[in-house]
């Protein structure tokens, strides 16, 4: 039996009325014989039916560790820390913690709740199976449907891959690496899952493959009102595909909001950083061009060499010493936007 | 089929007509340069031949920044090589300076390679982890023939300055330097030899997006203060509208448009152009991401007959399928592959 939680005893600030998912100071450690190293350190989200939220952060910032703690989709050999809570609300409508889930009660969450798309295709899928088997695999441990064979084809066609009936017989060497995303698109929403993480789904793809790969998604999301957690570090694209942004720094969310108001006024130094080290170029008439390449100085604090206070501020230009003293809290302002920085307000 | 009708390797071809004139200011002229790969024979069949770089021309001048853009399997990175000649090419001609380097002996080529010097995209990869960062780049000046010991370790330390490291930094280890400083490195390794000519492929693709602007910042700075000519291969648009004075467009092995960055940006003359820089993603444009082309680019192992990107081309007439359009001058730097002279592009993108 899942123990379901009462949410009423478990007020929180700022979040949607009605979330799919929440995450409650979520920390991820890995545990190594020489250290500890502390990969997510207190990340609350919370994510609605339908909606699209992205997961910003430069490498290292503990945006994937966040996606695979949710399902502890981690290497058996890894020894792995979680607490917090992952609060998913069901189709009864009640609310489970799948942080408290035992592993054989997880595995039916993975797939058939909540589906998950990778950066690398080629390394999801096996190599020595046709792609027909695959998907028939997938739809048989979640579906046992009979006619797996004509439904594999169907969802091949629905993720638009062309000649699906030639197609489900090739493997995965012979495809391209944006149908080799399809086919692992195609097998993730064979179980029609109501919330789908995608980990840089396209980010080793061309932009017209990812333009495709983009709509077919939110045509997908529309649908079946699926949910999406999207990870990426491109904040142009996040600007047209999500509703809602985190940007993380050092294991840490900085600032939350929606994806106008962060991309067009972004609160937290970090966030204002990420959007000006994309290069522009200002085109003059009668003087040379204008070339803005503003790089983020430093880099990223490796775990367990985070400062006393606020992470960024060894790379902020805003930075005076009260941001150094101590640890800076995540406030919370305007319903559901929220800030992790002491001046915001005067900068 | 017009082109066909052209002798490859021929230097007579430079003023074919297709051609900007090799001015006085062209470091590098090329000229129906073309590769095609055998390979490996699956049964008892022929081997199949895949096409990755076909009877392309173009020049870059002295202190130049040509950007070379197109989706994966367009041939890009091979004709970075190929005017390298780190591969040999089939037919065409490469010159550097008023030599064809296809013609140099393999000694001749080592000198030839003073001029022209390449930075890889994986910084990881470039640098031997067994040896220190000053051994690296001194290890270049030897081969160049700097044979004092003490004028080379000046030279390095120079060097380390000039991409913005310290002279200490010799001493160190390749792995105790993230991507952007083992970048960094090579960029330091490559100007060793005072090149004239850069070949960077996709120089800041594996970076954080918070070390790219400074490496191409580096670039830019280094290429104006040495007067270098850069050819600069990326698939990222926004570094390429950056970088870039000029562009090409590539696709299967074809240059399909070649423009001045800004021309190009603003107004694009190929479909296939117009429908890359539609589908990049832009901040704050508040539209959904607009898919003009579909399907993926063809195997260069059949290439579709005619215009290569007919199959995917919203504009494409039957007679695409017959002729192979030539890259024609339209003025003002513009060179462009279609046979649709009627078409009036959506402006994609306000400057």
Not at chain 1, 273 to 291: T, V, W
Not at chain 2, 180 to 190: E, K, L, P, V
Request: proline share 6%; charged share 20%.
């Amino acid at each position: 039996m899942l123990k379901t939680i009462d949410l009423k005893n478990h007020p929180t600030q700022g979040c949607d009325p009605e979330p799919l998912l929440e995450l409650r100071d979520l920390r991820t450690q890995f545990i190594t014989p020489q250290s500890v190293v502390s990969a997510v350190d207190g990340v609350s989200l919370s994510i609605r039916p339908g909606q699209t939220m992205a997961l910003v952060g430069e490498s290292g910032s503990g945006k994937s560790v966040t996606a695979l703690s949710i399902l502890r989709l981690f290497n058996r050999g890894d020894k792995v820390k979680i607490s917090g809570q992952a609060l998913w609300k069901n189709r009864q409508g009640q609310v489970i913690d799948l942080l408290a889930l035992q592993e054989n009660e997880l595995r039916t969450f993975r797939g058939r709740e909540i589906g998950f798309v990778f950066q690398d295709p080629g390394a999801s899928l096996n190599p020595v199976f046709t792609i027909g088997a695959q998907i028939r695999e997938t739809l048989e441990i979640h579906q046992s449907n009979e006619d797996s064979s004509l439904l594999a084809i169907q969802l091949l066609r629905d993720v638009g891959i062309a000649d699906p009936d030639r197609r489900i017989n090739a493997f995965p060497h012979q495809l391209s690496g944006g149908m080799r995303q399809r086919v692992m698109l195609a097998m993730t929403l064979a179980c029609q899952p109501r919330f789908l993480i995608a980990d840089e789904p396209t980010t080793a793809l061309d932009v017209t493959i990812q333009a495709q790969m983009m709509r077919l998604l939110s045509e997908i999301q529309e649908k079946h009102n699926m949910a999406m957690l999207f990870i990426t570090h491109d904040l142009a694209l996040v600007s047209q595909i999500a509703d809602r942004v985190a940007v993380m720094y050092a294991g840490q969310v900085v600032e939350t909001g929606n994806v106008h108001e962060l991309t067009n006024h972004p609160k937290h130094p970090y966030t204002k950083a990420l959007l000006d080290c994309r290069p522009i170029r200002l085109y003059k008439e009668d003087e040379p061009d204008e070339r803005i390449l503003i790089p983020i100085k430093g880099r990223p604090p490796r775990s367990g060499d985070v400062s006393m206070g606020c992470r960024f501020a060894p790379r902020c230009n805003a930075q005076k010493d009260i941001c150094m003293q101590n640890p800076v809290s995540l406030e919370i302002f305007s319903g559901a936007e929220s800030v992790r920085c002491l001046r915001w307000r005067e900068l | 089929m017009e082109l066909n009708k052209i002798q490859p390797a021929d230097d007579s071809n430079v003023a074919n007509g297709i051609l900007p004139n090799l001015s006085a200011t062209s470091l590098l002229s090329v000229s129906n340069l073309s590769k095609t790969f055998e390979l490996p024979r699956e049964g008892w069949g022929t081997a199949p031949r895949l096409r990755a770089v076909d009877k392309v021309s173009f020049t870059i001048s002295a202190g130049e920044v040509l950007g070379l853009v197109g989706e994966s399997g367009s041939g890009k990175s091979t004709l970075g090589r190929l005017v390298l000649r780190l591969i040999e090419s089939d037919t065409g001609a490469v010159h550097l300076e008023g030599t064809d380097i296809r013609r140099l002996s393999q000694s001749q080529l080592q000198d030839a390679r003073q001029k022209m010097q390449m930075i890889f995209q994986d910084p990881f990869a470039s640098l031997n982890p067994r040896r220190k960062v000053g051994a690296a780049i001194e290890e270049v000046l030897e081969l160049h023939g700097m044979q004092e010991p003490l004028a080379r370790s000046e030279r390095c330390k120079e060097l380390l300055g000039q991409v913005g490291m310290s002279p200490e930094d010799a001493q160190r280890w390749p792995r105790e330097f993230s991507g952007g400083q083992r970048q960094r490195i090579a960029i330091a390794r490559a100007l060793a030899v005072n090149p004239k000519l850069l070949v960077a492929d996709e120089p800041v693709s594996a970076l954080d997006v918070s070390v790219q602007a400074g490496i191409l910042a580096l670039l830019r700075e280094l290429q104006s203060r040495l007067s270098l000519a850069i050819l600069f291969i990326s698939h990222d648009l926004s570094v390429v509208e950056v970088m870039a004075d000029r562009v090409m467009v590539m696709y299967l092995g074809r240059i399909m448009e070649v423009a001045p960055t800004r021309a190009l940006f603003n107004a694009p003359l190929h479909p296939y152009t117009a429908g890359l820089l539609a589908a990049a993603p832009r901040l704050n444009s508040g539209s959904k991401l607009q898919v003009m082309l579909g399907g993926e680019i063809p195997s260069p192992i059949d290439p579709p007959s005619g215009c290569v990107f007919r199959t995917r081309c919203p504009f494409a007439l039957p007679a695409c399928a017959q002729e192979v359009p030539e890259l024609k001058d339209l003025g003002q730097g513009r060179l462009r592959a279609c046979l649709r002279d009627d078409l009036d592009l959506p402006q994609v993108q306000a400057a």
